[in-house]
């Protein structure tokens, strides 16, 4: 069965940095491109960031609103996607998805950004 | 980046009775290699996204087969054939053919 758990989420402040994680399992997880998705407080959904396969060197691609800000890597050993989000602003405040293929989602992850 | 448009962006209806959310994009989402990835995702209150319809017109595994999507180039349209109670949530479009990827503004589907 796939799982992908999303983790990493919190409270930070504006200008501080913080990291998610999602764990996948019951797949090759290095076979497949991973993305992020968020969706603001009662707001619609955001597609933020996609990472290739090795296969396909690991490119990457972001939305403009976290491009230069936000970092998708991965590690095809541990079967993880990360989001490394720095710089973050208080309209980053989202529930944070994982998924593969736009079939599979996490259960997603919080992240307040205030002060 | 390709800006989807939805509507009605709110649309009530009687159990039984069909259903019709629009989806326009500001360019083609004919890709290159002649497909159109356009899909559409059922967000229930409370719940992760769900693929219903991708690339158009394919309806992912399970679900019912009273969801329908159709359309070409510009243009697309989710039906539902006969609304139930569990079709209740908001319904979003999504282009897949050009960078970056994006959603329609979603269209919150409620029983009257």
């Known amino acids: 069965e796939v799982q992908l758990v999303e983790s990493g989420g919190g409270l930070v402040q504006p200008g501080r940095s913080l990291r998610l994680s999602c764990t996948a399992s019951?797949?090759?997880?290095?076979?497949?491109?991973m993305s992020w998705v968020r969706q603001a407080p009662g707001k619609g959904l955001e597609w933020i960031a996609f990472i290739r396969s090795k296969a396909y060197g690991e490119r990457t691609e972001y939305a403009a609103s976290v491009k230069g800000r936000f970092i998708i890597s991965r590690d095809d050993s541990k079967s993880i996607v990360y989001l490394q989000m720095n710089s973050l602003k208080t309209e980053d405040t989202a529930v944070y998805y994982c998924?593969?293929?736009?079939?599979?989602w996490g259960q997603g992850a919080l992240v307040t950004v205030s002060s | 980046e390709v800006v989807m448009t939805q509507s009605p962006l709110s649309l009530p209806v009687t159990l039984g009775q069909p259903a019709s959310i629009s989806c326009r994009s500001s360019q083609s989402l004919v890709y290159s290699d002649g497909d159109t990835y356009l899909n559409w995702f059922q967000q229930r209150p409370g719940q992760s996204p769900r693929l219903l319809i991708y690339?158009?017109?394919n309806r992912d595994s399970g679900v019912p087969d009273r969801f329908s999507g159709s359309g070409s180039g510009t243009d697309f349209t989710l039906k539902i054939s006969r609304v139930e109670a569990e079709d209740v949530g908001v319904y979003y479009c999504?282009?897949?053919?050009?960078?970056?990827?994006?959603f329609g503004q979603g269209t919150k589907v409620e029983i009257k």
């Open positions: 019951g797949f090759t997880f290095g076979d497949y491109a």
């Open positions: 999504m282009q897949g053919t050009h960078w970056p990827r994006t």
């Open positions: 998924t593969r293929d736009d079939y599979y």
């Open positions: 690339r158009v017109s």
